[in-house]
């Protein structure tokens, strides 16, 4: 089989999705494992429930990695399909490949990790605790489903890219640069939109588990400040998401650019949507979500004065919102820059 413009993007594709899509999950492993011996060797006779919980920490962290795992078999399958001319060589179905590989690949990195730091700090805080195993435990994994959020939104557009790589149009629009530019720009958006909330969760629920372990009568209070704080802190990726699903359902709209130069003015504009968001999610969904698990850590230290913390967070977590919402309303701008 010669390879054309189409397979070549494909396989690409599926080499950035499992590649980035193991890096975060990888380093969870180890964080979760680093955990559990420490927390062995504080407290020995704990080793078969310890055990047990990393185990448990260790699985749930590793799904981004096999998200990303699912769309990299898909784009190999399709990279190494014999295709009929119109799709071998469609910039369209080209650049819809490359981005589905895009955004499960970078969309996993920070869920992955922060995974990773949730059932690390989790086993720890058994160690310290004992007497809470079962109550941390369902805590952990709580946190780390909510943290996977981010992985989840990446992997809903890397599938919708990958269905219209399959679906891609023919004739003129299969080349039509504008339209290739969007599906690239959408991978774009979420796959680095997810990465500082993801991550930022992971902050967040690690350090709820260390407030637990710490003032286990607060347990109340950090869980729900902890589900508020990983929440909020998705709030950038789920800008990032809208943008690329607004990259998506526009980009038939490509098909009034029918000069070649206007394709190619347009490439700009739309690849600026996707890197404004991207990149602009990134430092609030960190900062917000450490915001939150500090705010856990603090309720554990000083109980007496939750008020007065919950509203320094909720002022505090405002204005670290408040830089992805201009890169938001830029990538608005932009889209509407016709």
């Known amino acids: ?18 590649g980035f899509g193991a890096l975060g999950a990888g380093e969870a492993l180890g964080q979760v494992c680093v955990g559990s011996v420490r927390a062995m060797a504080t407290q020995p006779q704990q080793n078969g429930s310890l055990l047990r ?21 898909l784009l190999y399958t399709f990279g190494v399909q014999e295709l009929s001319p119109a799709v071998a060589n469609s910039l369209v179905c080209a650049a819809a490949m490359l981005g589905s590989g895009i955004a ?12 990773g730091r949730i059932g690390q700090e989790a086993v720890i805080a058994m160690a310290r605790c004992p007497r809470h195993t079962s109550r941390l435990t369902v805590m952990m994994v709580v946190s780390q489903a909510v943290a996977s959020n981010p992985s989840i939104f990446a ?5 919708l890219l990958y269905t219209m790589g399959l679906h891609a149009p023919d004739g003129g629009l299969a080349n039509n640069w504008a339209y290739a530019a969007a599906l690239i720009s959408a991978g774009i958006a979420i796959g680095l939109g997810a ?13 709820a588990m260390d407030a637990m372990a710490r ?13 508020v704080g990983q929440a909020v802190g998705q709030t950038p990726a789920l800008f990032a998401l809208v943008i690329s699903l607004i990259l998506i359902v526009e980009s038939g709209e490509c098909s009034r650019y029918v000069d070649l130069s206007d394709q190619i003015a347009h490439t700009g504009r739309l690849l600026g949507m996707g ?3 991207g990149f602009g999610a990134i430092g609030s969904g960190l900062g917000s979500s450490d915001i939150g698990g500090k705010l856990c850590k603090a309720l554990a230290r000083a109980p007496q004065i939750s008020g007065k913390l919950n509203n320094v967070y909720f002022v505090g977590v405002g204005v670290s919102q408040s830089c992805a919402i201009y890169a938001f309303v830029i990538s608005l701008l932009l889209m509407s820059a016709n």
């Not at 260790?58 to 096999?66: G, M």
């Not at 003032?215 to 589900?227: D, V």
């Open 104 to 115: 499960v690949g970078f969309g996993a990195i920070g869920s992955g990790s922060g995974n």
């Open 195 to 207: 990465i500082g909330s993801g991550l930022g969760n992971g902050w967040n629920g690690g350090d």
């Open 53 to 73: 919980s990393m185990l448990i920490g260790q699985a749930i962290a590793s799904n981004p990695s096999i998200f990303a795992l699912v769309i990299a078999i």
């Open 1 to 18: 089989m010669d390879l054309t413009l189409t397979n070549s993007a494909a396989l690409f594709g599926s080499a950035i999705a499992m």
């Open 215 to 227: 003032c286990p009568e607060q347990s109340g209070k950090i869980t729900m400040m902890m589900l």
């Open 275 to 277: 890197i404004s968001i």
């Open 155 to 159: 992997l809903v557009v890397a599938v």
